[in-house]
């Protein structure tokens, strides 16, 4: 398998694609591993994850460059991202000790009542690339800090970082055989689908979540799906700072050149305030630098994959056909690299595929709406449930819209962000059951009851 840089067009490098036998080879040794590793106390475990934790940030600056290679993610933002997800490791390494220890229920002098956490087993996990250690961790440290053995599949796109995962995890003291990485595309996916594993958690688009349910389903097991989403952001008439509220929300709408599940993908803006705010927006976008991710202060850089530039273009040239108005960028970049202008569309509408199908690039649709109902009305037209935003003077107004939006996740003035100690989940065709806090460390667990009459 060619692993190719998106901001150059050169291959990195050639890498030998798992297949049937290999997989089954790791499998066999997961299987094996799992119990002995259920058995190391779970304290030791959380100490094994801290380390792991230490040395992400400890090696940033190697780590980061091989993220930006192969996914083109600006240099500063990949060095977000592995702070972040160290960040969320601790965070899940903190709480693991509370929130997979058994816990007793009931005491009376004759009867104890308690549950116990026990690992799923073995578990798959087919991952994205758009944010590989976010996303990773998300899944896998839960994993390992309750006891499973994991077969984690990195994307294609990011099968370098896959592999610089393994090693830290390694090194940070994970027996050498709980861990093992698929290498390849969907169709190393598709065997994984076809083995026998205890729990598939997945983070993908809709498309595939979809069909790997189908696919899990017969198994009985557990399956849960983090998706794609079509979040929207609802600028109400008494916010106060427009030049901040421009700011916040394009950086939400194209911080890694878009590519964010919860990425602001369409934004409604009352009438009031929306010529204020459509100027701040795009005297924004036009102040960031764009070029090759390596370079400095570079904001806007490449998409990760090559299709994804004609899809973005296809969603402007649909928009423009429809009748909306390009106010900045609107083309495929020149040169080496899959790049695409950072661009702002308005006059759009709903019949427009940019207000409706995740674009997952640096575009946006800006629409005026006359007051909270009507905004509230297009917020719900999606088929997607994964975040929405209100920005507003008072909490009241936005709870009283966002409590009506079927989204695993609400924010009030702020927009794109993960945090560890609330639970990540979608609903709709965002996908289901929940990553990070208490709920996502118990996701990799089944509850055992135990009733104890002396
Ligand atoms: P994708 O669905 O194309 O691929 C995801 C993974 O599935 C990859 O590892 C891929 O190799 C594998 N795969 C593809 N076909 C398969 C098949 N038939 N059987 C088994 N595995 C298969 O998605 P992507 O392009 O990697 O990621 C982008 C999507 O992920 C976007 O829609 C984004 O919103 C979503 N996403 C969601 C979250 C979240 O937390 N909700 C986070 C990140 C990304």
Redesign the pocket.
Known sequence: MEIINPATEEIITNIQEDNKPSLDNKYTLLKKAQPIWYSVDLKERIKIVQKFAELLKKNIEPLAAILTSEVGKPLQQSRNEINGAAGRVVWLADHALQYLSEEVMNQTDVLTEKIVYEPLGVICN??????PY??GV?VFVPALLAGNAVMY?????STLTGLEIEKYLKEAGVSPDVFQVAV???????V??EMDFDGYF????????Q??YE?VAPKMVPCQL????KDPVYIADDVENIKSVAAGTSDGAFYNNG????AVERIYVHEKVYDNYVKAFVEEVNSWKSGLPTEEGVYISVVS?RPQVDFIDGQVKDAVNKGAKILTGGKKKTGKGYGYEATVLVDVDHEMSVMKD?S?GPIIGIMKVKNDVEALKLMQDTEYG?TAAVYSKTWERAEKILSQIDSGTGYWNCCDR?SAPVP?S?RNH??FGS?LSHLGLRAFTKPKAYQLRN
């Not at 599949?153 to 796109?157: D, G, I, L």
């Open positions: 087919i991952s994205a690339w758009n944010f976010n996303v998300n599949k990195p994307s294609e796109y390849g595309t969907g169709e190393v996916g598709g994984l689908l997945f983070t993908g688009s809709y498309k595939t979540g069909y790997i696919k983090e998706l794609g989403g590519q964010s599940c919860c994959r995740e997952f994964l993960v990540w979608g965002s996908g990553t």
